[in-house]
């Protein structure tokens, strides 16, 4: 018989799992429970969450979330990040908690909008610019060529009145 507590643990993963767009899982072990704490208050800021969980409960909560293959980087002592807004954010805040604090926080893996990805894809994740500047990027990219489609169409034309003018100066001179 399973127990209460658990069952309302696999549901707050399960639930979590299926609002969250990023779930980045780290190995926690040499973390102080202070050092904890710092790190969920900073994370928090950012709308993301940060539990440790044990991996039978989240295996549990995976399958029930229909990410199955998600069990497979359930390894080892495990705190998971849920992030909700900004896929690259929880990513992020970790490097710099990681850097910030010299602390090793390894990155085992994610839930990535339904893909699992592993930590070497969550670390380059993490070193994408915020969306904003992706999206300005792309409008620049996408602008440049009409950009120079309108000046490669514009020159015929100018030259063509260049040289009707030259012409109607001619026929005004003579």
């Known amino acids: 018989m399973a127990r209460p507590h658990k069952v309302e643990q696999v549901e707050e993963i399960t639930d979590r799992l299926k609002r969250a767009r990023v779930a980045v899982l780290t190995d926690y072990r040499g973390l102080t429970v202070a050092q904890l704490q710092d790190l969920r208050t900073r994370l928090r800021g950012a709308d993301v969450e940060y539990r440790v969980v044990k991996n039978t ?73 915020p969306r904003e500047v992706l999206i300005s990027q792309l409008a620049g990219a996408m602008q440049s060529p009409i950009a120079q489609l309108a000046g490669a169409l514009q020159t015929p034309l100018s030259m063509l009145a260049g040289a009707l003018e030259s012409y109607q100066q001619q026929l005004e001179a003579a």
Do not use: C, M, N
């Open 57 to 129: 409960l989240a295996r549990r909560a995976a399958v029930e979330a229909g990410h199955s293959d998600f069990q497979e980087v359930l390894t080892g002592p495990v705190a998971i990040a849920f992030g909700y807004d900004d896929v690259s954010v929880p990513a992020k805040l970790l490097g710099e908690f990681a850097r910030a604090t010299r602390l090793r926080l390894d990155i085992t893996g994610a839930l990535v909008e339904g893909r699992v990805i592993s930590g070497d894809q969550v670390r380059q994740l993490a070193d994408l610019p």
